[in-house]
């Protein structure tokens, strides 16, 4: 690979050596982690390898616990600052981080590119869409408060009716979007009046760092805490008090059950969780092969395939799979390896050290269970990446089949009857999204109306995706609880609450003087522009 221009080169290690809890920056005393980019360089004594980019406290137990007990002084059984805050004081808050946040954009861009290996555009996207998404979960908080600002009437009884928190945040996002998957979680849980603990991902922890002193200086005390460490160090301890209500949490289904056990209420805990999918394409025999091959290629490699949106498997139709097949493959090998900053990189080094054996031994016993590696360059691999293979035809029985493999490894069906296709959905542990490839309206208005019962996206003649983040974004089974999107995410990270009193002149008379006093910012028809 080609060596590190003088523009992406990273100035000096970072050595983070505090933890934001209850409004302070709190000095770590006890072991650091290192943070290693699977990106290879030459370091200070000329040995080339993993790059150093720096270290961050690997916090214990009783550190975590002091750091929620800020979060739940923060919230102080709903009767804190930030849950009983007008609303427009939030929004003001809110407005105030993202102002700051603008002006580290490069750096974090830049901790990207080396902690996760995220190209240099897909990198600079997931900062200003990030961005985006604060400001769009602002306007529509502004237009909820907006549609509350008024009063109901039904039997003799009025109700003013707004949205409250739910309380204690346990936030934890993922590697491969550890920014703006992260944030999808976090901005709207704080907006609505929660406090919060967030523990970033294991990789992509370092790209926090330069936003940490927005955390602090835009949000009341206790309000954003911000730990480290190993999730069955610092987040189970945490649930085992039963002081968190909501687990907001973006990954992995074991991880999100592991820690749902360790709660000693569990009818009491929200879930909002992103989990794992095994997204099918189907390309029908009318697919319009040029656009389906496009939308296959981005679907199953955009960053490596380590997307939950990723096309995991695909299935076409006997009647085209001979001609799909060598076109795809011969795509597939001409696709630009190299570092996420050169021009036209599209397969990049993994984050996770483990990944290019792990993507081997699905291959190989793939092989073994009688598919071929189509495409010459499958398999090729290195200290840090193994060049996506090309499975046809694999079997049912295969880990490739079976397994969310989450890095550069493409499955491939042929199928006869499209019955073969939607069983397996159905089938499924997973139901997230589909990518849909034909033309003819007569077969595609039953599949749809089959396929959106089995799945909660189904996309026409395009790869599986996440956006527009102000689409709903679910699934069913495994796959996600509650809804995430600017609009549904406001209201999974809240309650319908509402203050009732009987029409008579008494009443009417105390809710009167409530509104003109302004003395209540629940009990107010204010309107935010």
């Known amino acids: 690979m080609q060596s590190v221009q003088e523009e992406f080169k990273l100035k000096k290690t970072i050595h983070q050596d505090t933890y934001l809890a209850n409004g302070e920056l709190k000095k770590w005393e006890g072991n650091y982690a290192d943070v290693y980019s699977s990106i290879h360089t030459h370091n200070d004594e000329g040995v080339y390898g993993p790059t150093l980019l720096g270290t961050v406290p690997d916090m214990d137990e009783s550190s975590a616990l002091s750091t929620l007990q800020a979060a739940c002084d923060a919230y102080d059984k709903g009767q804190g600052a930030w849950p009983t805050m007008k609303v427009v004081d939030r929004i003001a808050c809110m407005e105030k981080f993202v102002r700051q946040m603008k002006t580290r954009r490069e750096e974090v861009v830049k901790l990207l590119m080396w902690e996760i290996g995220k190209n240099l555009p897909d990198s600079e996207k997931e900062f200003d869409r990030t961005v985006e998404y604060i400001y769009d979960t602002i306007e529509d908080y502004k237009q909820l408060d907006r549609d509350s600002a008024r009063f109901a009437k039904h039997g003799g009884v009025y109700a003013h009716i707004r949205r409250g928190p739910l309380g204690v ?42 936003l940490l002193e927005a955390f602090r200086s835009s949000f009341p005390k206790g309000v954003v805490n911000i730990i480290y460490g190993r999730g069955r160090v610092v ?47 189907i390309v029908l025999p009318d697919a319009d092969l040029d656009l389906a091959i496009e939308e296959c290629i981005s679907g199953t490699l955009s960053f490596n395939g380590q997307r939950c949106t990723a096309l995991k498997v695909l299935y076409v139709h006997e009647d085209v799979v ?31 050290p483990g990944k290019p054996d792990y993507i081997r031994a699905l291959m190989d016993d793939a092989v073994a269970k009688g598919a071929k590696v189509i495409n010459k360059r499958g398999g090729e691999q290195s200290e840090n990446y193994i060049f996506p293979p090309v499975l046809y035809p694999v079997s049912k029985d295969a ?25 397996d959905m159905a089938e499924s542990n997973y139901g997230q999204q589909v990518s849909l490839f034909g033309q003819n309206i007569k077969t595609l208005a039953p599949l749809i109306d089959t396929l959106v019962n089995l799945v909660c996206r189904v996309n026409l003649n395009s790869s599986c995706q996440r956006g527009p983040d102000v689409y709903p974004f679910t699934g069913r089974k495994d796959s996600a609880v509650s809804t995430l999107s600017v ?33 209540s910012n629940f009990v107010n028809t204010d309107y935010i522009l």
């Open 322 to 352: 001979e001609e799909f097949n060598k076109r795809f493959a011969d795509r597939v090998d001409a696709l630009k390896f190299g570092n996420p900053w050169e021009p036209g990189v599209m397969l990049t080094p993994l984050p996770e």
């Open 487 to 519: 609009h549904d995410a406001l209201r999974s990270f809240s309650v319908r609450t509402f203050v009732a009193s009987k029409d008579n002149e008494y009443n009417r008379a105390i809710l009167t003087e409530l509104l003109d006093s302004k003395a």
């Open 235 to 281: 987040a189970a301890p945490i649930m085992k008090t039963g002081r968190v209500d909501v687990l907001a949490l973006i990954g992995n289904s074991k991880s999100a059950i592991a820690l749902q056990d360790q709660h000693p209420n569990k009818n009491r805990l929200r879930l909002v969780l992103g989990l794992e999918a095994k997204n099918p394409a």
């Open 399 to 423: 880990r490739a089949y079976q397994e969310e493999q989450f890095g550069p490894l493409i499955p491939i069906l042929s199928f006869k009857s499209i019955e073969e296709p939607l069983n």
């Open 169 to 210: 945040v346990l936030c934890m996002g993922p590697y491969n979007y550890p920014l703006n998957e992260t944030f999808a979680l976090l901005i709207p849980a704080l907006i609505m009046g929660n406090t919060v603990v967030f523990k970033p991902a294991k990789h992509g922890v370092l790209l926090i760092s330069p």
